[in-house]
């Protein structure tokens, strides 16, 4: 069974780069078979796709967030990454990454303006 699980800090603040990580066990992020995800869902709102990473490091993103998102992966320790630039307390949300099949617990981030 695949486990996944976000990291990061969870108190950021406005105009800084909001970073998390996600660590997948019981397999691997180089699988052809998985898309890797971030969604967060901000408070009293529904899910909103930011972005996925492929097996084969192609990325894509949501284009109301493309300017300011950034999807990685650490194959070395299974990880793959965001980073969200200038922060706004729009950005306050639980972020939960996925590969649409088993997602993490989700971490809670909050922008402080």
């Known amino acids: 069974q695949v486990q996944l699980q976000e990291s990061g800090p969870g108190l950021v603040n406005a105009s800084q780069t909001l970073s998390l990580s996600c660590t997948v066990s019981?397999?691997?992020?180089?699988?052809?078979?998985?898309?890797w995800t971030w969604i967060r869902q901000p408070p009293g709102k529904g899910l909103e796709w930011i972005g996925v990473?492929?097996?084969?490091?192609?990325?894509y993103y949501a284009p109301s967030l493309k300017s300011r998102t950034s999807i990685s992966r650490d194959t070395s320790k299974n990880q793959f990454s965001l980073q969200l630039t200038s922060v706004a307390p729009e950005d306050t949300a639980m972020y939960y990454c996925?590969?649409?099949?088993?997602w993490g617990q989700g971490t809670q981030v909050t922008v402080s303006s």
């Open positions: 996925t590969n649409w099949i088993y």
């Open positions: 019981g397999g691997s992020i180089t699988s052809m078979y998985h898309a």
């Open positions: 990473i492929l097996y084969d490091d192609t990325t």
